[in-house]
């Protein structure tokens, strides 16, 4: 089942993770997978005409193979977050491993926000993460521009779920791009009508 807002049910029984901001007057808008050759470079100077700045999960395989982009990313403003080195899901790989990755991607930037991709990792997983003082950091609204069985139009339509407080979850990913660059500027705009304001998630 395909939800945009994620169930208070489901974040009662994860409660351990960061599913919100602290400000009830702002959205903390995030970006997983990248950084992307083609697609993270128009998302930057995007925020930037329209002076925002977001929090970028990446990939630590990605960061190596575009180390210019991933500083243009930091030059910009924006806060960066841990996704583990090859978006491995923590429920299908070993627990050692799973650390391993997320190791070699701490080995590459310094942060201490870590998002799972999926969603999904273990309790074990989530108890050595958490003993690396890391902050897992989840969401509240969900864009799935990563979908190709949705439109453009849906995600916009589903953008008035938006309330303050809320993390919100794009991509910035070849298998993104054609919907989150076409639906990214109009939800920013319904998010300006609601009097929201952007921040970095903390």
């Not at 351990?16 to 950084?35: E, H, Q």
Request: proline share 4%; charged share 30%.
């Amino acid at each position: 089942m395909r939800f945009f807002r994620v169930p208070y049910l489901i974040q009662s029984l994860f409660w351990n993770r960061k599913w919100t901001g602290k400000d009830p007057s702002s959205v903390y808008l995030t970006f997983d997978d990248g950084p992307d050759e083609t697609v993270t470079p128009w998302l930057l100077e995007f925020l930037n005409k329209e002076n925002i700045q977001a929090t970028f999960f990446c990939i630590g395989s990605q960061v190596e193979k575009y180390p210019a982009i991933y500083k243009k990313m930091k030059q910009f403003g924006h806060m960066v977050g841990n996704h583990t080195y090859n978006h491995e899901k923590g429920s299908r790989t070993d627990n050692e491993e799973y650390l391993k990755s997320i190791k070699k991607t701490d080995d590459l930037m310094n942060t201490i926000l870590f998002r799972p991709p999926y969603g999904r990792l273990t309790r074990e997983q989530e108890r050595q993460v958490t003993r690396m003082g890391k902050k897992t950091v989840m969401w509240t609204w969900n864009a799935h521009d990563y979908d190709r069985t949705i439109d453009e139009e849906t995600i916009v339509k589903k953008a008035a779920l938006i309330k303050g407080g809320d993390i919100l979850l794009f991509h910035n990913s070849k298998k993104s791009a054609k919907l989150m660059m076409a639906c990214l500027p109009k939800v920013i705009g319904i998010i300006k009508e609601k009097n929201l304001i952007f921040k970095t998630v903390a």
